[in-house]
């Protein structure tokens, strides 16, 4: 079965400044991977995907992650944050194949932008 | 396009009370439908996931039970509700196949009091 680790639960960052949010996961097949983001009592915003191909995936508000097969990470990063970052960061797995019919998500990642 | 409508929004149940949150997608056929409880500082637990109507898959022992009774009908329920059934309700769709991204309703704030 698929599982999610993320390894910080709150980051704090000041403005402008550079972040990276970690995660990794296990599978004992090939994988898609999510990253989400859920504003206070809202639902969850698909930020970005990997599903194939460059192991480098661009997303919205300037997002990017980096899918590693070797360390079986998928990290989320931003070059410069911004105040309207702040909200809980989800990563997500699921299995490729037939079978991949679960969706599972990481503890989450809070991230907190000071000014 | 596809929309998915979860309600309600806010719930307060005493303890010992049934429960019925219902979720419906429209704009899609054959959806896979998903129920997540976040629960405060614990993320996103998947309770139960349905490939097809009638065919439920219940990842987590507990209090509650799911149906579906039409294709883009899901609906979670407990006989009888406990304080640690509070939290934060996701219904979710995705396309058949497992190949793309979830799409989340609104949420459902349930307190058992």
């Known amino acids: 079965a698929q599982s999610v680790t993320q390894l910080d639960s709150q980051v704090p960052v000041f403005e402008e400044a550079p972040v990276e949010l970690r995660c990794n996961y296990s599978?004992?097949?090939?994988?898609?991977l999510f990253w989400y983001v859920q504003y206070p009592n809202q639902g969850l915003q698909l930020l970005l995907k990997?599903?194939?191909?460059?192991?480098l995936v661009k997303g919205i508000n300037g997002f990017e992650a980096e899918f590693n097969k070797s360390q079986t990470s998928f990290h989320l990063r931003k070059p410069s944050v911004h105040i309207s970052d702040t909200a809980e960061y989800f990563c997500a797995v699921s299995d490729q194949g037939q079978g991949a019919q679960k969706l599972v998500f990481g503890q989450g990642t809070r991230l907190t932008i000071n000014p | 396009s596809q929309t998915i409508h979860q309600w309600p929004a806010t719930l307060v149940q005493p303890v010992g009370s049934p429960l019925s949150l219902e979720c419906t997608v429209e704009g899609t056929s054959n959806p896979n439908l998903y129920w997540y409880r976040q629960a405060a500082g614990r993320g996103l637990q998947l309770l139960f996931y349905?490939?097809?109507?009638?065919?439920i898959s219940s990842e987590v022992p507990q209090n509650l039970s799911a149906s579906r009774p039409q294709d883009r009908q899901f609906i979670l329920s407990s006989k009888k509700l406990l304080l640690s059934d509070s939290g934060f309700y996701l219904c979710?769709?995705?396309?058949?196949?497992?190949?793309?991204?979830?799409?989340f309703g609104q949420g459902t704030r349930l307190t058992v009091v």
């Open positions: 979710a769709w995705r396309r058949r196949g497992g190949y793309t991204e979830a799409f």
């Open positions: 990997y599903l194939s191909g460059s192991t």
């Open positions: 599978s004992s097949v090939s994988v898609y």
């Open positions: 349905s490939v097809g109507i009638g065919q």
